[in-house]
T-cell receptor, first 112, second 112 residues
Framework: ETGVTQSPTHLIKTRGQQVTLRCSSQ?????VSWYQQALGQGPQFIFQ???????GRGNFPPRFSGLQFPNYSSELNVNALELDDSALYLC???????????FGPGTRLTVT | LAKTTQPISMDSYEGQEVNITCSHN???????ITWYQQFPSQGPRFIIQ???TKVTNEVASLFIPADRKSSTLSLPRVSLSDTAVYYC?????????????FGSGTRLLVRP
């Protein structure tokens, strides 16, 4: 068992709405990374947080934002949802930026 | 632009050795190369990680040449349950920003 949990499991939103996804990292891990995985494709890096600061960012627009809290849990916020935002959102925690990452089960977001 | 390339698919039979290669031409100098396994509707699962030369654990080996621009995951004796998608993951520094880049994924089918 990885220990990384994500909530909610599934979510349906309407285009233009905002969504917040949550991730609880594994005990002892101070780094959290978020990925978007469209159906049939590989995960795409959104951003990474290390000790509450953004440590790297992929090619996603500013309407994708995040937070990491003092307990190293994290949130992913997406504003002005678009149909193409429909995907599995994965959170992974690790003890350093590129060390072994433990993934959560993901949140399946559907935008209609 | 950093690119991480893998074969789209591979077929094998139970008991055979499978080697999957990933090309990663823009890997960051100090970053590790990590391989993951993913089943449908699940988060990726860590297989093995290395920096250079050869790493072996109880399930796989990882071969990394001196220039670190590629890596090869070796699964010694595959079984039906190894049917999954396999991804390599590397860190890269692009446009003064750190990014984690998944390969496109290799769909492995193991036949009886």
């Amino acid at each position: 068992e990885t220990g990384v949990t994500q909530s909610p499991t599934h979510l349906i939103k309407t285009r233009g709405q905002q969504v917040t996804l949550r991730c609880s990292s594994q005990s002892g891990h101070n780094t959290v990374s978020w990925y978007q995985q469209a159906l049939g494709q590989g995960p795409q890096f959104i951003f990474q947080y290390y000790r509450e600061e953004e440590n790297g960012r992929g090619n996603f627009p500013p309407r994708f934002s995040g937070l990491q809290f003092p307990n190293y849990s994290s949130e992913l916020n997406v504003n002005a949802l678009e149909l193409d935002d429909s995907a599995l959102y994965l959170c992974a925690s690790s003890s350093a930026r590129d060390y072994e990452q433990y993934f959560g089960p993901g949140t399946r977001l559907t935008v209609t | 632009l950093a690119k991480t390339t893998q074969p789209i698919s591979m077929d094998s039979y139970e008991g055979q050795e499978v080697n999957i290669t990933c090309s990663h031409n823009n890997i960051a100098t100090n970053d590790y190369i990590t391989w993951y396994q993913q089943f449908p509707s699940q988060g990726p699962r860590f297989i093995i990680q290395g920096y250079k030369t050869k790493v072996t654990n109880e399930v796989a080996s990882l071969f990394i040449p001196a220039d670190r621009k590629s890596s090869t995951l070796s699964l010694p004796r595959v079984s039906l349950s190894d049917t999954a998608v396999y991804y390599c993951l590397v860190g890269a520094r692009m446009d003064s920003s750190y990014k984690l880049i998944f390969g496109s994924g290799t769909r492995l089918l193991v036949r009886p």
